[in-house]
């Protein structure tokens, strides 16, 4: 019998950018930007501020003029935008509600914008982004993270398969933080595919599939968050504080792993290349040295 080899179909590209340039006067803010987003998944645009995040998230939306080539789902930006915003969800980082209406008339009001049909059950929305005990409240009484849900119910009202956010968790503290991401976490388990500008490496590292590292407009890196250290060449440095007995048999456990290490107060310190923390606690734990404790730096 003949066997056949399967080829592995490549993932469909929800989002395509070419050649992204946006200049303002003599100041480029995006240097022939070039990347693409699979069906599916989850792209953080990281960078400092200034670094051409936002610039880049408002040419995908079409808010700004642009140079180069932005493709969504296969449809043209620019010549084909009104089915482009039928694709897309925005969930902005500066949040305009009107405080005197309740969530509720809030959700009806971007409904009927977005076209949605009469009737609409709004139950089951509420209910995904946790907002269902606070329908009747005005928006003036929410805190930052409910106000932030209630721009994700908004952004999902018509169900679109793709998710643009700008800096969606700059304003929150760290509470309200993580439960947003546990809400972005559950919609990209859901197929969503996303695309979200950032300047925290942990909520980047806790979401994205790939980290874009913008650097004054113009990509430097494109990696997958466990590879970033790595392509980024930064060295960790592990602090493990140990009982008194333990400190000498660490000292030497590492050295003989050639790692770079010195005793430090009630513990040693040990430099590491990136991705490799792990090494060195399964490496103690073999020699049966007790770790009370670490941090990272």
Known sequence: MESKTMEKLPVAQAIEVRNLTK????????????????????????????????TAVRCLLNLFPYEGEILINGLDVRRQSKEVRRQIGFVPQELSFHDDMSVAETLIFYARLKKVPDGYDFSPLLEQVRLTAHVDKRVGELSGG????????AALLSDPPIL?????????????????????????RDGKTMIFSSHHLDEVTALADRVLLLEGGRLVVDSPPDQLERQLGWETT???????????????????????VSRNGRG??????????????????????????????
């Open 23 to 54: 200049r303002f006067g003599r100041f480029t803010a995006v240097d022939d930007l070039s990347f693409s987003v699979g069906t599916g998944e989850a792209v953080a645009l990281w960078g400092a501020n200034g670094a051409g995040k936002t």
């Open 268 to 297: 040693v310190r040990v430099h590491v290349a990136p991705g490799a923390k792990g090494k060195v606690l399964n490496a103690l734990q073999k020699a049966g040295i007790e770790v009370d404790d670490f941090s990272v730096e």
């Open 238 to 260: 592990l602090h493990l504080y140990l009982p008194e007995a333990g400190i000498d048999p660490a000292l030497e456990t590492l050295e003989g792993l050639g790692m770079p």
């Open 146 to 153: 409910l106000k932030q849900r209630l721009a994700l119910a």
């Open 164 to 188: 643009v956010l700008d800096e969606p968790t700059a304003s929150l503290d760290i509470r309200s933080r993580e439960e947003f991401l546990l809400l972005l976490r559950s919609l990209k």
